[in-house]
């Protein structure tokens, strides 16, 4: 986003206002601080308060459904470039887990981070019918479903389908950036490492 030819990486701050942080993990907290409230600011904006309000209109739920997952399967895909190299299951060195290709990272995050919902047949058929479906064909695919107000998350039907609940889904979402947030205030090492890293691709882009 661009206003009268200022970068703006969320709705409040420029790219600008992250880089003159020169952020590193050693950085201040006072400079952490500001970086987490920057970025908190970019993820609440493009995603989660969209996805609050379309939630609340509770007459179109199922027309606003499909958009609430389009945003979701998108912030999957932006925090699995936030990503801590040192929780994934394979002792690779970090370039060799970063040039992996995206579907197989993508599963590999939905697996790592939400345990009780994902094994790798479900994060498989999440990738390739709701996330794919519906980002490359506007559309889920092979049968699978989008549901509203179930007691599963996700849910395996007729052998090989996929039944995603909007909302529960959209609490999983909002639960792990959360918890990602209190990661970086508390000084997680690992995190903090990947979290500069994207956050100077994303200003310099």
């Known amino acids: 986003m661009e206003r009268h030819g200022i970068g703006?990486?969320?709705?409040?701050?420029?790219?600008?206002d992250f880089l003159r942080l020169h952020l590193t993990v050693h950085s201040s907290e006072v400079d952490w601080e500001r970086a987490i409230e920057i970025f908190r600011d970019r993820i609440e904006a493009r995603y989660f308060d969209p996805i609050?309000?379309?939630?609340?209109?509770?007459?179109?739920?199922?027309?606003?459904?499909?958009?609430?997952?389009?945003?979701?399967?998108?912030?999957v895909d932006t925090f699995y470039q936030f990503r801590d190299p040192d929780n994934l299951n394979e002792p690779r060195r970090r370039t060799e887990i970063?040039?992996?290709?995206?579907?197989?990272?993508?599963?590999?995050?939905?697996?790592?981070?939400?345990?009780?919902?994902?094994?790798?047949?479900?994060?498989?058929?999440?990738?390739?019918?709701?996330?794919?479906g519906i980002l490359h064909s506007a559309q889920t695919k092979h049968g699978s479903q989008l549901t509203y107000?179930?007691?599963?998350?996700?849910?395996v039907f007729d052998g090989d389908k996929l039944r995603v609940d909007i909302r529960n889904f959209s609490r999983v979402?909002?639960?792990?950036?959360?918890?990602?947030?209190?990661q970086l205030e508390v000084g997680v090492f690992s995190k903090r490492e990947s979290f500069v890293k994207q956050m100077n691709k994303i200003s310099r882009t």
């Open 173 to 182: 979402m909002r639960n792990y950036f959360v918890n990602y947030i209190h």
């Open 8 to 16: 703006y990486i969320s709705p409040r701050f420029s790219a600008d």
């Open 52 to 75: 609050t309000n379309l939630l609340e209109r509770e007459d179109d739920i199922e027309k606003n459904g499909f958009a609430v997952m389009a945003l979701n399967c998108l912030l």
């Open 98 to 132: 970063f040039n992996r290709p995206n579907g197989t990272v993508y599963k590999e995050f939905l697996i790592i981070n939400f345990p009780q919902d994902f094994d790798e047949f479900k994060a498989n058929l999440f990738y390739k019918d709701i996330r794919c």
């Open 149 to 155: 107000d179930k007691d599963y998350v996700v849910e």
